[in-house]
């Protein structure tokens, strides 16, 4: 009875594939097996000792209060700066929405922007929650999908070819989850060329990953003159400054859509947590030697697992180049067993890893892309090797 009182947008709304397999590593553990995670896109970084400081200042100095829906001006001034310093875009106080965690964010431009069977490109593979989103939002999710053999990039041509009259937004993360990818400035630049002449698409730009970039400067697509009218930049402070649980994103847009997602926030949530947008505010304007240390960090992790993956028979790996993530291809073992479990799909695969190995990952087809999976290298380099040992192990069972 109770499950017929349920609404028709729960009911068809997808649990997140990494909430999902987080939970069932957590529930190994508590069986007592010895569960390695690398599901969740958490740094294994505590927050900066200096940001922590801010944030107990902040308390000693009262800031427990309401704070105005899109953000303390503080805040918000911090970050108009940060845009232009990092990527040479020019925002205003009132272009800037604070939110609780770049999750918010992207929601509050889903139901700011999307009406019923309005199309939103995705481009695949993509972090889970974006279709997600655009489906609660009433609109209909567009792939635009690339394979390992293009290193996960979508073409600009491929965006044009899916570009209807019913197209309101293209939704993108550079540098990528689940991929690790980053879009080069003639790939960005070709990709806004061929959205600038309808004036009726939004970009939604989701740059969370800025600061783990292994090639060089970040590019952001709204400096490009033809779209940065149209373009949203979303950002947060969980993976730049290990940041998860304060849940703390933003975006930088334009004026009237900015007042738009205030306008939903403010029926929703309200403004983020006072004490912790101060201490935000003071990391933009920090030291940045935590965050450089943490991106050379994993940029050891990932040379280490691309080399203990190629390892591993049948295992296709590419040479990511930001955020902190390798995405396998591991098509060659569908249609495999180990005599008793049979691999399928994807899916099969991680359930397979995950009671077979006792190592969390997560499906390929939560991110659009069925014949890959996804592997965190937020990790402990002792717990990673271990992982990977454990992984090789139990393929090494699975037989045509």
Known sequence: MQQNLLSQRVQNMAESATIKMAQMA??????????????????????????KEAAKQALDEGYTKYTPVPGLMELREAICEKFKRDNNLEFKPNQIVVSNGAKQSLANLGLALLDEGDEAIILAPYWVSYSAIVKLAGGKTVLVKSGIENDYKVTAEQVAAAITERTKMVLFSSPCNPTGSVYSEAELK???????????????????????????????????????????TVNGFSKGFAMTGWRLGYMGAPAWLASACAKIQGQITSGANAFGQ?????????????????KET???????????????????????????????DISDYFGTSDGTTTINNASDFCEYILTTAFVGVVTGSAFGAD?????????????LREAVRRIKEAVSQLKK
């Open 190 to 232: 070709a990709i806004a060329d061929v959205i600038a002449p309808h004036e009726n698409i939004m970009i939604i730009s989701d740059e969370i990953y800025e600061y783990i970039n292994f090639v060089g400067g970040h590019v952001s697509i709204g400096t490009f003159e033809n779209v940065k009218d149209r373009t949203v």
């Open 371 to 383: 014949n890959c999976f996804r592997i965190s290298y937020a990790s402990s380099e002792e717990d």
């Open 298 to 328: 994993f940029l050891e992790r990932r040379d280490m697992m691309i080399d203990l993956l190629r390892e591993i028979p049948g295992f296709k790996v590419n040479k990511p180049t930001g955020a902190f993530y390798i995405f396998p």
């Open 26 to 51: 957590r529930n190994l553990t508590a069986q007592g097996h010895h569960v390695i995670s690398l599901s969740l896109g958490e740094p294994d970084f505590d927050t900066p000792k200096h940001i």
């Open 278 to 294: 101060k201490a935000a505010a003071f990391a933009l304007m920090a030291d940045m030697k935590p965050t450089q240390a943490m």
